[in-house]
Nanobody, 132 residues
Framework: QVQLMESGGGLVQYGGSLRLSCAAS????????IGWFRQAPGKEREGVSC????????YYADSVKGRFTISRDNAQNTVYLQMNNLKPEDTAVYYC?????????????????????????WGRGTQVTVSS
């Protein structure tokens, strides 16, 4: 079973940057998808970004495209989320999670992101607060 631990959250001003880390133990991530999710108070958990550890293909939510960058270090079993130009609406607890396979599923109609329920292992989260 993969264990995940997030770090790097904190308080930052509007327009600032943070880099989150997701360190894995218990198994190698080479055949997993690692997703970053966030949950703001009173809101549902939402997907932010995802990376296939096998081939490095990345996916982003529209709300973070151009501002966030996900990357991987397979040797360190770690995934990063570089967050630039942060906005108050980015304030949330950020979680990383793993799913065996890749970030997307093929349906009859299209390729879509995998559901949250597909991600079996979750970290405890790290708080990101952006002040205006």
């Amino acid at each position: 079973q993969v264990q995940l631990m997030e770090s790097g959250g904190g308080l930052v001003q509007y327009g600032g940057s943070l880099r989150l880390s997701c360190a894995a133990s218990g198994a190698t991530l080479d055949h997993h998808a690692i997703g970053w999710f966030r949950q703001a108070p009173g809101k549902e958990r939402e997907g932010v970004s995802c990376i296939n550890m096998s081939d490095g293909i990345r996916y982003y939510a529209d709300s973070v495209k151009g501002r966030f960058t996900i990357s991987r270090d397979n040797a360190q079993n770690t995934v990063y989320l570089q967050m630039n130009n942060l906005k108050p609406e980015d304030t949330a607890v950020y979680y990383c999670a793993s799913a065996y396979g890749i970030c997307t599923v093929q349906t009859a109609q299209a390729i879509r992101p995998r559901d949250l329920s597909d991600f079996a292992s979750w970290g405890r989260g790290t708080q990101v607060t952006v002040s205006s």
